[in-house]
């Protein structure tokens, strides 16, 4: 399996709500009072492009072009931190509210971003994937979603 998406699979994904801080787990149900069970959300970020270290100068301009994207979109937003599960790595990201999957996968490919988790509320959180080359070394398991895409077929990422 590939590290970064061994790294997205074990990675800690905690979303700041009216109610309190909430881990998105990956095949557990996301439920929050943030709208009727069956609206479209989703977890982006725009830090670090094809999985590559950036200035933080870098990160926080992606990061804030990504916010402009999704209140334009008129999209609920509540921040978020991705992190490894040492929280050794942590970048920040954004909980979207009323985002269609379709959508999201745009801009997380816009946005350079190799993964993103989407869903439904009250539904299983998913791990959408945007690197469809990494599938032949995986055994698939029933929350990820391979998303095909223009993505660059870089080898690295």
Request: with cysteine; proline share 8%; aromatic share 8%.
């Given at each position: 399996?590939?590290p970064?998406?061994?790294?997205?699979l074990a990675?800690?994904?905690?979303?700041?709500?009216p109610?309190?801080?909430?881990?998105l787990?990956?095949g557990?149900?996301?439920?929050?009072p943030?709208?009727?069970?069956?609206?479209?959300?989703?977890?982006?970020?725009?830090?670090?492009?094809?999985?590559?270290s950036q200035?933080?100068?870098?990160?926080?301009?992606a990061?804030?072009?990504?916010l402009?994207?999704?209140?334009?979109?008129?999209?609920?937003?509540w921040?978020?931190?991705?992190?490894?599960?040492?929280?050794g790595?942590?970048?920040?990201?954004?909980?979207?509210?009323?985002?269609?999957p379709?959508?999201?996968?745009?801009?997380?490919?816009?946005f350079?971003?190799?993964?993103?988790l989407?869903?439904?509320?009250?539904?299983?959180?998913?791990?959408?994937?945007?690197?469809a080359?990494?599938?032949?070394a995986?055994?698939?398991?029933?929350?990820?979603?391979?998303?095909?895409?223009?993505?660059p077929?870089?080898?690295r990422?």
């Amino acid at each position: 399996m590939p590290p970064l998406l061994e790294a997205f699979l074990a990675a800690h994904y905690r979303v700041f709500l009216p109610t309190g801080e909430q881990m998105l787990v990956p095949g557990r149900p996301f439920v929050a009072p943030l709208g009727p069970a069956g609206t479209p959300w989703a977890l982006l970020t725009a830090f670090n492009p094809l999985a590559r270290s950036q200035p933080s100068a870098a990160n926080d301009a992606a990061q804030a072009r990504l916010l402009a994207a999704l209140h334009a979109a008129r999209c609920a937003c509540w921040p978020g931190i991705n992190s490894d599960a040492d929280g050794g790595h942590a970048e920040r990201s954004v909980l979207a509210i009323g985002l269609a999957p379709a959508a999201a996968d745009a801009l997380a490919l816009q946005f350079g971003q190799c993964a993103l988790l989407a869903g439904t509320l009250g539904a299983a959180v998913r791990l959408r994937i945007l690197r469809a080359h990494w599938r032949e070394a995986v055994v698939d398991t029933a929350f990820v979603d391979w998303v095909a895409s223009t993505a660059p077929d870089d080898r690295r990422t």
